[in-house]
């Protein structure tokens, strides 16, 4: 894509020290770092089909070079992942420019995303698409016995990657739950029901932004984005939240406010 | 874990996983000099983007602390640093002795997914046609 190669240029003559977005080279679309408007990877940079975590390697990359100031490209959920981890300190949106690229009707519908699109969006021509509520809605016609049960068999076929995790654009603790031996017990294969899954799905709530990562990287195909977008519909409808939408709305979970407006929401 | 020299630069190196043979493509991630993490490569035609726990964590051994990184020789019990020529001079010593007391098939081979095909071949050859067994296995037989 002639366009996204000339704005690479542009944002590195306008202060960018390095461009993060993705290459296709020889059919093969992987996340590039291009640091100089001379790097041979000009020439393949490509939105390509392929989605890739950039806000878990945007975290790593600005801790590692303090002073360095990226763009990057970004889809619709790269750009909700990038904002709410920007609320949960862990992106710095100051020394980042965001370059938005619109998901095509194709891409938009094959991922059932609920916002295929950027804030801004220099690339690509927006389009709607209807979030995927089939698992959900299958699910909810279920009986509770039997939607235990669903889930359960779901849950039985977890081989413990921990891929959904690792991919997770969201996931950034140093300590995490689902390796605390007490909680999820070690080379136990599937993990115990609900312990996994459940705290996963928990630590998920409020912070998911929906972009799907942790289902494609699923080698069991669980129906995790599922699972989590039902969490963010119950935080949306019960707080009023729903995670990465804008910079100035605050999370519920992620503040408690001083002694005295904990009183005041208690005798509300 | 090597120290990072800072230099601004971040390269993923596609790569396929070494623990076993089904052979899922991997990104491995390079921070400045440092080999810091992998990915799935997502549209690799064997994994498609999937990985199991050993390729997810498939960078964590090169810079390990566990890892040798010279010739040892266990004496008294304990191993030694020494030279690669005092340690083949002892495996040959050993293998030839086994041999020769017990027969060829006392002595096997274990090949290894860290190492090239041709590597490997050429564990097979000595095996098959130096000791004379054919008492070849290897780590990612799955």
Redesign the interface.
């Known amino acids: 894509m002639s366009d996204l190669k000339t704005i690479v240029k542009e944002k590195l003559a306008g202060g960018a020290?390095?461009f993060?977005c993705l290459k296709n080279e020889e059919?093969?679309?992987?996340?590039?770092?291009i640091?100089d408007a001379d790097s041979p990877d000009l020439e393949f940079v490509d939105v390509g089909?392929?989605?890739?975590?950039l806000g878990r390697?945007l975290i790593?990359?600005q801790r590692?070079?303090p002073d360095?100031r990226f763009a990057v490209l970004v889809r619709g959920c790269d750009e909700r992942a990038l904002i709410e981890l920007s609320k949960l300190e862990q992106i710095d949106l100051d020394r980042l420019v965001m370059v938005g690229v619109a998901c095509s009707t194709e891409e938009a519908e094959a991922c059932g995303c609920p916002r295929p699109y950027p804030g801004d969006i220099a690339l690509g021509e927006k389009v709607e698409a209807a979030p995927g509520r089939e698992v959900i809605d299958e699910v909810e016609s279920l009986g509770d016995a039997e939607r235990l049960g669903w889930w359960k068999e779901q849950f039985s076929r977890c081989?413990?990657?921990?891929?959904c995790r690792?991919?997770c654009p969201m996931c950034f603790c140093k300590d995490c739950a689902l390796e605390n031996p007490h909680l999820v017990e070690p080379g136990v294969i599937p993990p115990d029901f609900p312990s996994f899954h459940i705290i996963r799905a928990l630590d998920m709530t409020g912070r998911c932004i929906d972009c799907g990562l942790c289902e494609?990287?699923?080698?069991a195909d669980i129906p995790l984005r599922s699972l989590y977008r039902k969490m963010q519909d119950i935080m949306e409808d019960k707080l009023e939240y729903r995670a990465g939408g804008s910079v100035e709305e605050k999370n519920p979970l992620s503040f408690l406010g001083t002694e005295h407006d904990i009183e005041k929401l208690e005798q509300e | 874990m090597a120290e990072?020299n800072?230099e601004?630069?971040?390269?993923?190196v596609?790569s396929t996983c070494v623990y076993c043979g089904t052979g899922c493509g991997v990104?491995l991630?390079v921070?400045?000099n440092r080999l810091?993490?992998t990915?799935?490569?997502?549209?690799h035609p064997v994994s498609r983007?999937?990985?199991?726990?050993k390729?997810?964590s498939v960078h964590e051994f090169v810079h390990s602390p566990r890892r040798l990184a010279r010739p040892m020789i266990r004496k008294d019990g304990e191993l030694v640093e020494t030279d690669w020529e005092t340690a083949l001079q002892a495996v040959a010593t050993g293998l030839a002795g086994a041999r020769d007391e017990h027969g060829p098939d006392s002595v096997g081979f274990f090949a290894s997914a860290r190492c090239s095909n041709e590597e490997n071949y050429l564990l097979q050859k000595l095996a098959r046609a130096a000791v004379g067994t054919n008492n070849v296995d290897h780590c990612a037989r799955l």
């Open positions: 020290d390095a993060l059919g093969t679309v992987l996340p590039a770092l640091t089909e392929s989605r890739y975590p390697i790593d990359l590692e070079y360095k081989i413990k990657c921990y891929g690792n991919i494609e990287a699923c080698p | 990072n800072n601004l630069s971040y390269k993923l596609p990104l991630e921070t400045g810091s993490g990915l799935p490569q997502k549209d983007g999937a990985l199991c726990i390729g997810w």
